[in-house]
């Protein structure tokens, strides 16, 4: 059902890599589900790099944040064994957009995934946010976003 409505919208979960971090891309602590921030990654290369404010557009950014919840998504999917009715609601999303010090339109990347999570589960998907101006993220990229998700 899920994959159905992502590809409805022309997205596809991404399959999740190895990874070779010192940490995990989710922890789970009784019904919460932590997912570490993620990039916006396909095939294990970032789909934008730089910052905004000085070069990347908003529309860049934001497609690249969906790109990012796609990877949450994927992340959430490893957690509860592929079984979507496992998930009860969305509980908090947090947004870091890479800009300039006199950027001041971080909410409308952030939109990116919220929007998406909206789209894809309806009243589950909606949530608390942040969406917060960085100077720096991994690799370059414009933006990262992590999510907390309750499930049953």
Known sequence: MLEQKLADLNLALPELSSGAAS?????RT??????????P???????????????????EAYTAAQQCTLNVLAQLKHAIGGDWSRV????????FVRCTPDF???????N???????QVFGAVGEHARAAVGVSSLPANVPVEIEAIVEIR
């Open 112 to 118: 990116g995934a919220s929007d998406l999570l909206i």
């Open 23 to 27: 940490f995990v891309g989710y922890k």
């Open 88 to 95: 009860v609601q969305f509980v908090r999303v947090g947004g």
């Open 41 to 59: 990654l396909k095939n294990g290369k970032p789909s934008l790099v730089g910052r905004l404010g000085d070069g990347v557009s908003i529309d």
């Open 30 to 39: 009784g019904n919460l589900v932590f997912i570490s921030g993620q990039l």
């Open 104 to 110: 001041a339109d971080s909410p409308k990347v952030v």
